[in-house]
């Protein structure tokens, strides 16, 4: 399996710019997570999704950033306006999982958004 | 809610020293336990995955205890080689969300 695969890698932008990062997770996982790694705060979940469903979407920090998941191989995850504050690395991470349970979880390489 | 703490933050060991990486956890009633490496600028690799009925996993040079009942995972680095230096972090459930560490940062010396 190839794995989750993100896009872009990289991501250079002005402030006010719309972004968007892109996520296929690994094939037959039903749980898709969305994470924000900065070396001030760590980890942070911002939106779990099973079945292709947003189930907790708490950890999404203003009504700038929004997530899409229109079928169980793609997911999207979206800044509009973006700003300097928002430059952090992105990852998307699958797993098998249910309401109550994750499995083995895998993550993507990440895409590393800077906004200027 | 589920509260997880690594100590040290970072440790520096010559090659081939074994390496003891702690995990600790407030919420003992959990389903698995997973331990991840992460490489500067890459993502997290799963090193290995605990059931909650397992004591031990071990994967090559890696073994993963749990003790749920004192809420503490130990992994275990044996023989340890400049190729393992990276960010270790180990993460416990909450329901469905993962709480991680902070990590410990490995250095191994050639």
């Known amino acids: 399996d190839a794995g989750v695969i993100q896009s872009p890698r990289h991501e250079v932008t002005e402030m006010g710019q719309e972004v968007t990062l892109r996520c296929k997770p690994i094939?037959?996982?039903?749980?898709l997570f969305w994470y924000r790694q900065t070396m001030m705060r760590g980890l942070e979940l911002l939106i779990y999704?099973?079945?292709?469903?947003?189930?907790?979407d708490s950890g999404m920090p203003e009504d700038r950033f929004s997530a899409k998941m229109p079928n169980a191989s793609f997911s999207t995850l979206k800044i509009q306006p973006s700003e300097p504050r928002d430059s952090a690395v992105y990852f998307c991470a699958s797993s098998f999982g249910t309401s109550g349970y994750t499995g083995e979880l895998f993550f993507g390489e990440g895409s590393r958004l800077t906004v200027l | 809610k589920q509260e997880v703490t690594q100590i040290p933050a970072a440790l520096s060991v010559p090659e081939g020293e074994n390496l003891v990486l702690n995990c600790s956890f407030t919420?003992?009633?959990?389903?698995?336990l997973q331990w991840f490496r992460q490489d500067p600028g890459k993502g997290l690799t799963s090193l290995l995955l605990?059931?909650?009925?397992?004591r031990e996993q071990t994967s090559g040079r890696l073994n993963a205890s749990l003790d749920k009942s004192s809420g503490r995972s130990t992994l275990y680095i044996a023989a340890s080689q400049p190729g393992d230096s990276a960010t270790y972090l180990c993460a416990a459930p909450n329901d469905y969300k993962l709480s991680f560490g902070a990590g410990t940062t490995v250095t191994v010396r050639a």
């Open positions: 605990i059931q909650s009925s397992q």
């Open positions: 094939s037959g996982h039903n749980s």
């Open positions: 999704f099973n079945n292709n469903v947003p189930i907790d």
């Open positions: 919420d003992s009633a959990i389903y698995n």
